[in-house]
């Protein structure tokens, strides 16, 4: 199926409130690591995996898989959120200089 070509016509107000409400997914980042399947078979209840960041560095905040914003973790009445540090803008080389070397994981399959 061809794609219609891009018109220069801006989207209208009515339009921008519809797309707002579209829901997108949010992903924190703490960190990450690399194990071996046998470490990873022999994780049990109250092992500890050490990740590859500080703990004051900030943390990545991805909107559907793409790296927006990094973060601090607060505690926000007994649960975890995000204090927002930086928001990345859509300049190509802030984008890569901030990106980490791999993206979130998938959700597994249900």
């Not at 794609?3 to 703490?30: F, G, N, Q, R, Y």
């Amino acid at each position: 199926m061809a794609t219609p070509p891009a018109s220069d016509k801006p989207v209208s107000s009515e339009a921008m409130d519809h797309l707002m409400d579209i829901p997108v997914e949010l992903t924190v980042e703490l960190g990450s690591t690399e194990m071996s399947l046998k470490n990873v078979m022999g994780l049990a209840a109250g092992s500890i995996i050490e990740l590859d960041k500080k703990a004051d560095e900030p943390v990545n905040l991805y909107v559907n898989h793409k790296l927006v914003a990094h973060g601090e973790v607060v505690v926000v009445e007994n649960n975890l959120g995000i204090k927002i540090i930086d928001v990345l803008n859509s300049d190509p080389a802030q984008v890569a200089a901030a990106a980490p070397a791999a993206p979130p994981p998938a959700k597994p399959a249900a």
